[in-house]
């Protein structure tokens, strides 16, 4: 079954490897004449075999005598498993005696006498007598010896093996004594290789010390030379533990360290070929994908331009184990009616796996040297354009999002809506598909695009905001909501033409109610219904934005006379449009979004229609709260009690004078643009206010940043005389 190797062989297999320093002194090598196996006649090495299989046998017999086998692992006292431990060890302690004087690594007379403690290791009851007695220790540096017999190894191998299976202790022995390593480049040897790689799993499964020194011994690299020479068959237990092993291990950074930066790329054609099983091709791809978890590996991907590999893998996830795609497919769903419990798991794994490569593909494409290998007319990318159109959920994520990343500079996005018209599938996707994540990642991909001035007014005409309107009515899918309203504001940014998308009725009926309902009626109800404050925001911050559209310099050519239209259309189709600020001024977590609340409040009070809307929100306690506070506290502010605006890390730290500057410049700015939200207040409602608002809001006129009244006296007298009138209106806001 096996052969000899020659010196020369082992050593060469075995590498130059040094013992470590142990309390055991090192095995004498083939050629030392001072072996004290060398010195005995062939009868007396029989005789020292007896000896060993008869106290052995001895103690066996005593331990089922003393009924300490698995029973009393688990029935008997702690003295009595003590006692039958102490037994044991004492029988191997003898047995380690006659071992010493036996050895001698050309010995056939040690080959069988590894053998019978390698058979008799297999119970679980002897594994930890056999490392508190040192005759692990003893194999373990048989493994280590340069010259030893091929079959004397094995045998020890399986020793080691048993000895460890489920035995943290003895794992650990092995990993203190430095032991991997030896045991480690026996996978090179191909006569030895059958039991070194489950000999190996034993040692390392669900042991973190263990794996991480397997892995900086250089593990990884050696399986995957072998996966990459085939010496192991594709099928089999033998590949199979290989590819579990290599699973386990490349999970430690030590390992992934000690590899070939190009170890992904391997790992991705071994799992391409068609006879690989599913559990392999699950645990291949999972190793190649923590790989590509280092930057290094990304990289090598990418420069030798083997990305093609992974998007192949993915591809064959379900071509090859997906009995639903290969019938040509008629749902994005991954399960089918007649799948048995385990077809039904098995979709499962794919589809984890899927996600997990995705998410590496997706940091693999944001890198610069991704965008320079594959341009955006190579075959790369044209696949991943019809992937944005392909049946598969997950195929149409991994293209979206790889895509996205490619859509960070003006000229790749112009490029792609004008030229590639990538946004027609995608706006598809978010109007039709049923699955979260392609909507989410369409999404995201959308609003990269969107950030082009000059492809809002294309995406609108897409039908883009119609399509976004089904994504806010998703209310058990908060995350797809927030993904719908980021969009429609990032679109509607700076744009008069996706404005008016936004503004177009749900009916063309004007017999029917939803005539005189919008799109924009649409997000405006998500801000009413959600719970979720960055939904909320996002839905407020849209409407700021349409406001600074409507009120800017007019730089699109729209004419006056249709600004003046569709800001009549806004507030007199959405009595409810100022709601949503509300929220932006009444936040203190975020300032420069409560000052981009006050500025839209003030863009709004510039037509009459636009001041009553706004008029109704200052009827909320928390909206006139808002306002008396900012404007006491601007008045008061020093620099002991200034209000600190949150920092990036690279900038200033909050306490830093810079920091200040801004917030006492911001906080300047949110007073001004009250001054002029209540100016034009006065102007368009006058003698409508109710006399304490009226006289209120000529005071922070008269003063202006000189206001420096108490916040809670002023609230009160503002409050208490207009409720003395009738005229108080608390608005149900969420802050």
């Not at 706006?427 to 990642?441: D, F, K, L, Y």
């Not at 700015?669 to 003698?687: Q, R």
Request: aromatic share 6%; with cysteine; glycine share 4%.
């Amino acid at each position: 079954m096996t052969t000899d190797l020659t010196y020369e062989d082992a050593f060469n297999a075995l590498y130059s490897y040094r013992l470590p320093s142990t309390d055991m002194p090192p095995m004498k090598e083939a050629t030392d004449d001072s072996c004290p196996g060398r010195q005995l006649s062939k009868r007396e090495q029989e005789e020292l075999l007896d000896s060993l299989k008869t106290i052995f046998q001895n103690a066996v017999e005593a331990a089922d005598e003393d009924g300490d086998g698995d029973a009393q692992e688990v029935q008997g006292s702690e003295s009595s498993k003590s006692a039958g431990n102490a037994k044991k060890i004492k029988a191997l302690e003898e047995i380690k005696k006659i071992l010493d004087r036996l050895w001698f690594p050309t010995s056939e007379v040690m080959i069988r006498a590894a053998e019978v403690l390698a058979n008799g290791s297999r119970a679980p009851e002897w594994r930890r007598p056999l490392g508190q007695s040192g005759v692990l220790e003893f194999f373990c540096q048989v493994v280590a010896t340069p010259g030893v017999r091929s079959e004397i190894t094995l045998q020890s191998l399986r020793l080691v093996g048993n000895s460890c299976a489920d035995t943290d202790e003895n794992r650990q022995r092995v990993v203190d004594h430095n032991n991997l390593k030896p045991i480690i480049q026996c996978l090179r040897n191909p006569s030895l290789v059958e039991i070194a790689v489950p000999v190996v799993y034993n040692i390392c499964l669900d042991h973190d010390s263990a794996a991480q020194q397997a892995g900086s011994a250089g593990l990884g690299a050696i399986i995957l030379e072998t996966i990459s020479d085939q010496n192991i068959p594709r099928t089999g237990a033998l590949f199979d533990t290989t590819c579990r092993l290599l699973e386990l291990v490349s999970s430690y950074t030590e390992c992934r360290d000690a590899s070939p930066e190009n170890a992904a790329e391997l790992l991705f054609k071994a799992a391409g070929e068609p006879e690989v099983e599913l559990d392999d091709f699950l645990a291949l791809v999972g190793s190649a994908t923590a790989y590509l978890q280092d930057v290094r590996s990304q990289k090598s991907l990418v420069k030798a331009r083997s990305v093609e590999f992974p998007l192949s893998i993915l591809v064959d996830s379900y071509s090859r184990f997906s009995s639903e795609e290969r019938q040509s497919i008629q749902t994005s769903s991954e399960s089918t009616e007649n799948e048995t419990s385990q077809e039904k798991e098995d979709q499962k794994l794919l589809s984890q796996m899927r996600g997990n490569l995705i998410e590496a593909l997706s940091e693999v494409s944001a890198l610069d040297e991704f965008a320079k290998a594959y341009p955006l007319d190579s075959r790369l990318i044209g696949s991943l354009r019809l992937w944005l159109s392909v049946p598969q959920a997950q195929l149409k994520v991994c293209a979206c999002i790889m895509l996205g990343n490619l859509a960070r500079s003006d000229e790749v996005c112009r490029e792609m809506v004008q030229l590639y018209k990538v946004h027609v599938p995608l706006t598809s996707n978010i109007r039709e598909s049923s699955e979260g994540s392609v909507m989410h990642a369409a999404a995201g991909f959308l609003k990269n695009l969107s950030l082009l001035q000059e492809n809002k007014a294309t995406l609108a005409d897409a039908g883009l905001i119609e399509a976004c309107s089904r994504l806010w009515k998703m209310d058990t899918n908060p995350q797809i909501q927030y993904a719908g309203a980021s969009l429609a504001r990032q679109l509607i940014s700076k744009s008069y033409d996706a404005i008016q998308h936004l503004l177009v009725s749900l009916s063309q009926d004007p017999d029917s109610p939803a005539y005189s309902r919008t799109y924009l009626s649409l997000l405006l109800s998500l801000f009413e219904t959600s719970d979720q404050t960055p939904t909320k925001t996002e839905v407020a911050r849209t409407i700021a934005a349409i406001c600074r559209v409507l009120n800017s310099t007019n730089d699109s050519g729209t004419a006056r006379e249709q600004l003046e239209e569709t800001n009549h259309r806004l507030y007199s189709l959405h009595p409810n449009v100022g709601h949503p600020i509300s929220v932006m001024v009444c936040q203190d977590k975020w300032p420069i979004v409560r000052s981009e609340g006050w500025f839209a409040y003030a863009l709004m009070a510039r037509t009459e229609e636009g001041a009553s809307v706004v008029n109704e929100c200052l009827r909320s306690t928390l909206v006139l709260s808002s306002l008396l506070k900012t404007v006491s506290r601007t008045a008061s502010t020093t620099n002991d009690d200034t209000e600190r605006v949150p920092s990036p890390p690279d900038q200033p730290a909050p306490n830093q004078p810079a920091n200040i500057d801004a917030t006492v410049d911001m906080q300047e700015k949110d007073v001004e643009n009250i001054l002029v939200l209540v100016s034009e207040l006065s102007k368009w409602l006058g003698e409508r206010m109710g006399p304490a608002r009226r006289q209120f809001f000529d005071d922070i006129l008269r003063k202006g940043k000189s206001f420096a009244g108490s916040f809670s006296e002023l609230l009160e007298q503002v409050t208490a005389v207009e409720e003395a009138n009738g005229d108080h209106y608390i608005m149900s806001t969420t802050t």
